[in-house]
């Protein structure tokens, strides 16, 4: 008899999160799911997804799996997401451009110090308390932030017919909880749900939901 294989699961961090953030997911969804684990900034250095039935990711993440979508992905799940980073181009659910300018300007001067105060703001409402070293390249870190200020993927969204969830917090202090709505609004196959006073750190304190959301998602037909 032939073994039966398990779906394939990518899962890949956001800006300036290692594969740690990521592997108690992997964790949770393996005895599920094939799983491969990525960081963001490889992706983003690769320009490239492997083949996969389903992709997990978020933030940053979540821009690139819009963009470099495999053909084979069935379904797609997008934790604190957004089709594009930064406002401008009559767009209001971002961050300003001078605030991601600031960030790699000051990142060059003390990375530590912007890690920091990035952090806080990720994990916000709750308390999360950094090591105080810079855990990835310097150079891959101002790649993300360039990255996120040209990223605009809105154009594409319309077109991406496959079931897309949607997780946000309604606290996020990142990518504000209208980006998941103007995505809800204009993906074809879309389902939103929203974390009452949660933050962008969905995964790291919201764990045992999101998972359970996951495989809700990806299990049913």
């Not at 250095?45 to 940053?60: N, Q």
């Not at 300007?105 to 920091?116: D, G, I, S, W, Y």
Request: aromatic share 8%; glycine share 6%; hydrophobic share 40%.
């Amino acid at each position: 008899m032939f073994k039966k294989t398990k779906p394939s699961l990518l899962i890949f961090s956001g800006w300036a999160h290692g594969i740690d953030a990521i592997q108690p997911m992997e964790n949770m969804l393996i005895e599920q799911f094939d799983v491969q684990l990525l960081t963001g900034a490889q992706v983003l250095a690769s320009r490239h997804l492997p083949e996969t039935d389903y992709i997990v990711t978020g933030s940053m993440g979540g821009l690139l799996a819009l963009e470099l979508l495999p053909k084979s992905c069935k379904k797609l799940v997008l934790i604190s997401s957004t089709a594009k980073f930064c406002t401008g181009g009559g767009y209001d659910c971002g961050t300003p451009e001078r605030i991601l300018k600031r960030m790699i300007l000051q990142l060059k001067r003390n990375p530590n110090a912007v890690l920091q105060d990035f952090f806080r703001n990720v994990h916000y409402p709750n308390k999360y308390h950094t090591s105080g070293s810079v855990i990835e390249p310097l150079d891959s870190l101002v790649s993300g932030l360039e990255y996120l200020l040209r990223s605009d993927v809105r154009e594409k969204v319309p077109s991406i017919g496959i079931p897309v969830l949607l997780m946000h917090g309604t606290a996020d202090r990142i990518i504000p909880p209208s980006a998941a709505e103007w995505l809800h609004a204009h993906l074809p196959n879309s389902r939103l749900k929203l974390f009452e006073n949660d933050g962008h750190a969905l995964p790291a304190h919201r764990l045992d939901e999101v998972v359970d959301e996951i495989l809700y998602f990806l299990q049913r037909r």
